[in-house]
């Protein structure tokens, strides 16, 4: 079993920065891809950002493309999206998933039915 647990959500006001983390337990993570879900109320959960298992490719959604940032510690076992020039659109739970692949393409890795382990969500809310 895995376990992944988020932090580092919070209220921010337009045009700041937020880092998320995604810790995981259990068993690692570092031969997996991983990514970032969000879902704001009353919407599907969508997309975000995505990382091969090795860092060797990284995808994005294109509302995101040039503000956010997705990166990995294998060592620390460890995900994280470095989130820059927030903005209100952005509000939303974010969560991080493991794939069940090492790597893939973007049609692939941005699939939520290709995740099988997923974390309980930490909330982020931009002001305007």
């Known amino acids: 079993q895995v376990q992944l647990v988020e932090s580092g959500g919070g209220l921010v006001q337009a045009g700041g920065s937020l880092r998320l983390s995604c810790a995981a337990s259990?068993?690692?993570?570092?031969?997996?891809?991983m990514a970032w879900f969000r879902q704001a109320p009353g919407k599907e959960r969508e997309f975000v950002a995505a990382i091969t298992w090795n860092s060797d490719s990284t995808y994005y959604r294109d509302s995101v493309k040039g503000r956010f940032t997705i990166s990995r510690d294998n060592a620390k076992n460890t995900v994280y999206l470095q989130m820059n020039s927030l903005k209100p659109e952005d509000t939303a739970v974010y969560y991080c998933a493991r794939s069940q692949s090492r790597s893939g393409s973007y049609y692939y890795l941005s699939r939520r039915s290709n995740y099988d382990y997923w974390g309980q969500g930490t909330q982020v809310t931009v002001s305007s």
């Open positions: 259990g068993r690692t993570v570092s031969n997996y891809a």
